[in-house]
């Protein structure tokens, strides 16, 4: 936990819609276009839009867990492969030589993690990497842009927080047309549903 966060709320390992108040949050409106009845919101693109944006809404909606989803990209994995994230790592700030205090690494919750993995034993469990450019994820077999935004701002409000990725492309692949976001979008929906979320 970071510098400052609030102590974590509880979380069951019941099935994720068993929380209560649920709030799924994307970088787009097209990641959460599949989740019709779902608390959704988008918190924008970016690592700083993301951050400030969920501050905002967990202020205003009062969540008692979030699900972070979105599609991601891997130089591994093929898509639409699944990941739950083991932690997000803001590599935009990573500099082995400084010695400036700085949170680089944001964890999910360890009960929403186990749940997540028991229902979904396909999806890969890795640190994903968050990096406001296609590519700057380097050491990482996954990378996005907004994971640590959004679970840093939930562990400083201490609401219980789980990213969960669709692979839809390489970061190599500079062919936007190629990457499959369709198939990554569709495997998103397919795994919340059977977290019980739809």
Not at 16 to 45: H, K, N, P, Q
Not at 81 to 92: P, W
Not at 177 to 197: C, I, P
């Amino acid at each position: 936990m970071g510098l400052g966060a609030a102590p974590p709320r509880a979380a069951s390992l019941q099935p994720l819609a068993s929380l209560g108040v649920l709030l799924v949050v994307a970088a787009t409106e097209r990641e959460l276009a599949l989740l019709d009845g779902l608390d959704t919101f988008c918190c924008g693109i970016g690592p700083v839009e993301a951050a400030l944006r969920t501050a905002r809404a967990l202020e205003e909606r009062n969540p008692e867990a979030v699900v972070h989803v979105g599609i991601a990209g891997s130089r591994t994995l093929e898509p639409p492969a699944l990941v739950l994230g083991s932690e997000a790592v803001y590599c935009d700030v990573i500099d082995e030589g400084s010695t400036l205090p700085r949170v680089e690494r944001a964890l999910p919750d360890a009960a929403l993690l186990d749940r997540a993995r028991a229902v979904l034993p396909e999806a890969s469990v890795l640190p994903i990497a968050t990096c406001g450019k296609v590519g700057a994820g380097t050491g990482f077999d996954v990378e996005a842009m907004e994971g640590f935004g959004v679970l840093r701002a939930c562990e400083l409000a201490g609401v219980p927080a789980v990213e969960l990725r669709a692979v839809s492309n390489s970061p190599d692949e500079a062919d936007r047309k190629l990457w499959r976001k369709d198939d990554a979008f569709a495997a998103l929906a397919t795994a919340l549903e059977r977290l019980d979320v739809v």
